[in-house]
């Protein structure tokens, strides 16, 4: 039976200016705030010294890159040292996934690997998590209104995700000022992840009505946006993509996504490969592959023609080009490539396609795809 409902943090406040009144909200969650946050967001030390300001007794976790085990396991001691009663992220989606983390940990009496999904045990929360309060700085993840962490484990080669529908935001304030003038790298891989997650929950086989407006608004929204800030520095067009982000965010904790993040885990994991880069790489070829499906089952080909109708007209190209299009622009507004992929044997590539047919993401794609529409994807990346 359709589910009409829609998982969304308790409050989310998106206003240019925002970050900057929020410090006493913050303090309100509780007076021992344990902070997560990058190093070289300048912003932040201004909202750390407001938060003390309010009276909270903060204690604060810097993160570097992606969050791997031994990084949440490290928070987690710091967070219980301190006492803490709040847990507050502000940075990219890495920072806010390893705070969400810190969040739902700290109360727990079971260690980290009984909660992780495919190499733990994918248990539930023992116990609440403590109130969490999200400020991205970057427009891509969205993690700051979805209810999962994604996690390293180098141990295993995978990213996978920490799980509870209890982990979402207590509050997210999207403030899309703390994305101007990010790097021109930053702004690219972000926002291309931004775009596959509003892509794939339209084309999931879980989207709902509410899940599909959405993305009907994020999608062209996303693209013209993206075009613009490769072009030069824009404030509707950082608007547009920060909103992009949050109906992403959105999206995917009701829709799921697809072959896309199925694969970003694994590849992520073992190759040490970027995740919005990851994500764009790959957008073209899932979209190719699961296209030449639906026009062979004859299902949802009317979603595709109006994603690649969108994709037309935000990049001036007739719809029967809109993949080509989208690999000429990603390889002229200089994505990486996926280094590693192609020094791959045959047989480590099909490991990788096993472990992705494992993975959640995947469990949204449209089409149950075959191990040789997977290796296609891997193959046709640019």
């Not at 909200?25 to 938060?51: E, H, I, K, P, Y």
């Not at 998590?129 to 969205?142: C, D, E, H, I």
């Not at 702004?187 to 997650?197: F, H, K, P, R």
Request: glycine content about 10%.
């Amino acid at each position: 039976m359709f589910d009409p409902g829609l998982a969304t943090p308790t409050e989310v406040i998106f206003e240019r200016g925002a970050a900057a009144l929020v410090a006493e909200r913050v303090c309100g969650f509780g007076q021992r705030v344990l902070l997560v946050r990058g190093r070289s967001v300048m912003w932040t030390d201004r909202f750390a010294d407001a938060l003390v300001a309010s009276g909270c007794d903060l204690k604060t976790v810097f993160a570097s890159g992606e969050p791997q085990v031994d990084d949440v396991e490290h928070a987690i001691a710091v967070g219980r040292d301190h006492g803490a009663d709040c847990v507050v992220a502000v940075g990219g989606g890495a920072v806010i996934d390893l705070g969400k983390a810190v969040a739902a940990l700290i109360p727990s009496e079971r260690p980290l690997m009984d909660h992780l999904e495919v190499i733990g045990k994918a248990l539930p929360l023992h116990a609440d998590p403590l109130p969490f309060v999200a400020l991205p700085t970057t427009s891509g993840t969205g993690a700051e209104v979805t209810k999962n962490a994604v996690i390293g484990s180098p141990a295993h080669g995978r990213k996978v995700s920490l799980r509870d529908a209890r982990m979402v935001a207590d509050l997210a304030v999207i403030d899309p000022a703390l994305t101007d003038n990010s790097p021109r790298g930053v702004t690219l891989a972000s926002g291309l992840d931004a775009i596959v997650q509003v892509i794939e929950p339209y084309l999931s086989c879980r989207s709902t009505p509410l899940t599909d407006d959405l993305c009907r608004d994020a999608i062209p929204r996303g693209l013209r946006a993206l075009e613009r800030l490769m072009q030069c520095e824009d404030s509707q067009a950082r608007d547009d993509l920060a909103l992009t982000s949050l109906y992403g965010g959105v999206a995917l904790a009701n829709a799921g996504l697809g072959a896309v993040h199925g694969f970003a885990g694994v590849l992520g994991g073992r190759l040490g490969l970027a995740h919005g880069v990851i994500c764009g790489r790959l957008l073209p070829a899932s979209l190719a592959v699961n296209l030449a499906r639906a026009v062979a089952e004859g299902q949802k080909e009317e979603r595709f023609d109006t994603v690649f109708g969108w994709i037309s007209d935000a990049f001036g190209c007739a719809k029967a080009d809109a993949v080509n299009a989208l690999n000429r622009r990603i390889n002229d507004w200089g994505l990486p490539p996926l280094q590693g992929l192609s020094e791959l044997s045959m047989s480590e590539k099909m490991v990788l396609v096993e472990e992705a047919k494992g993975a959640s993401s995947m469990a949204a794609n449209p089409f149950v795809l075959a191990d040789s529409e997977l290796l296609q994807i891997l193959d046709q990346q640019i």
